[in-house]
Structures are given as structure tokens and as C-alpha cells.
T-cell receptor
Framework: SQELEQSPQSLIVQEGKNLTINCTSS?????LYWYKQKYGEGLIFLMM?????EEKSHEKITAKLDEKKQQSSLHITASQPSHAGIYLC??????????FGDGTTLTVKP | GAGVSQSPSNKVTEKGKDVELRCDPI?????LYWYRQSLGQGLEFLIY????????KSGLPSDRFSAERTGGSVSTLTIQRTQQEDSAVYLC????????????FGPGTRLTVL
């Protein structure tokens, strides 16, 4: 199965600081997703990346896909308390089965 | 509504009882997924339905777990003889195709086994 490893597991940053979360796959990526989850709430779709070298941005969040390295990174610029939550990466295999990593818990201190 | 719905939102049951969790995907979505999320953990894949293909059941943790999808729409996840370790939030997601498509998640069913 597609194993996804996220790092770090948790992250505490001061408001205004930049941060990066990584997601590495043990197998070929056919589609890579980033979701955000606030405690006790549902999953919010952030973005989907499909091609190597692809980069997408949504407000202050940017995600990149390095297909060769089977890795994606999520970068938040000038973090705010509203960015706090659990960030989950997910990936498809060739059959469309989607699995997810264990998540990265982000705390932003005001 | 236009989103994925799940019922019940909360279910408390006694150890040994059977439970059924329901998922109504977005109309027209051919792919449907079930995941389990324990407190503070990521999403554990359970089962994946895509169109009329045989479901991928590789994530079901034991033979007490089963799922079906009727008419390519509504899905039911059944857990027989529930155990305390089955307590978790069960999430359903659907997408318009299997793979390379945004997954739309339901709000989940919180299952507590006493």
C-alpha cells in the first residue's frame, strides 16, 4: 500500500513565522492532496497536485510536488493563529485508492 | 444538501453489539471511500468503491467489518460484535472519479463502544 510519512509530527511556531511541512511517499504518486482539519471538525480541502514540479498557492499556503523524490512540501508564509490545525497529506495509487499520512499538528502562538 | 452526509453523527453502543453507519455521497460521484480516525491520529483507509468494480477492501481491520454500496450511491459500513478498540470517528468521502480528483469528506460518525 502507499505509505505516506509526514514530518514533523507536530510544530509550534510564533505568529508571523514561516513554516514547512513535508510529505514523503514510499511509492509513485498519482495525485497528492493536502487537507486541513481543525479539532472536532471536518476536513477542508486545500489543494491537489498531479504533476512533478507543480506548485499551487492558496492565500498564504503554497504546496509543491517533487515527483522524482516522491515528495510534497506545504509552506505557510507569515503564519497566523487561523492556520492552526492538523495538516494531512493524501495520495492516490494507480487504481485511485487514496491513503493519508498521520498528519502534522500545527500550533501558532500569538 | 450538496455535500457528503453521514448518519448517525454520534453512536454509542455496548461491546458486542452490531452497528451500521451510513454515507450518502455527492450525486454523480463514482468513487466512495471509508476511513477511520482515532483521537489524534491520521486517517486509516478502510475500503474504496469505484463504479461497478470490485471494492478494495484491503484496509478493513477484521472480518467483523464489512461495507456495501447499493446502486452506486449510498454506502453502509457495518461493524459486527463491536469492540472498544473500534471507537473512533468514521469518515466517508466521495469523488467524481477514482484518483486525481478532490475527495469531498462527510462530517463523520463518532462511534463510542462502551
Amino acid at each position: 500500500s502507499q505509505e505516506l510519512e509526514q514530518s514533523p509530527q507536530s510544530l509550534i511556531v510564533q505568529e508571523g513565522k514561516n513554516l514547512t511541512i513535508n510529505c514523503t511517499s514510499s511509492k509513485t504518486l498519482y495525485g497528492l492532496y493536502w487537507y486541513k482539519q481543525k479539532y472536532g471538525e471536518g476536513l477542508i480541502f486545500l489543494m491537489m497536485l498531479q504533476k512533478g514540479g507543480e506548485e499551487k498557492s492558496h492565500e498564504k499556503i503554497t504546496a509543491k510536488l517533487d515527483e522524482k523524490k516522491q515528495q510534497s512540501s506545504l509552506h505557510i508564509t507569515a503564519s497566523q493563529p487561523s492556520h492552526a490545525g492538523i495538516y494531512l497529506c493524501g495520495a492516490d495509487n494507480s487504481a485511485g485508492k487514496s491513503t493519508f499520512g498521520d498528519g502534522t499538528t500545527l500550533t501558532v502562538k500569538p | 444538501g450538496a455535500g457528503v452526509s453521514q448518519s448517525p453523527s454520534n453512536k454509542v453502543t455496548e461491546k458486542g453489539k452490531d452497528v451500521e453507519l451510513r454515507c450518502d455521497p455527492i450525486s454523480g460521484h463514482t468513487a466512495l471511500y471509508w476511513y477511520r480516525q482515532s483521537l489524534g491520529q491520521g486517517l486509516e483507509f478502510l475500503i474504496y468503491f469505484q463504479g461497478n468494480s470490485a471494492p478494495d477492501k484491503s484496509g478493513l481491520p477484521s472480518d467483523r467489518f464489512s461495507a456495501e454500496r447499493t446502486g452506486g450511491s449510498v454506502s453502509t459500513l457495518t461493524i459486527q460484535r463491536t469492540q472498544q478498540e473500534d471507537s473512533a470517528v468514521y469518515l466517508c468521502a466521495s469523488s467524481f472519479q477514482g484518483g486525481r480528483a478532490e475527495k469531498f469528506f462527510g462530517p463523520g460518525t463518532r462511534l463510542t463502544v462502551l
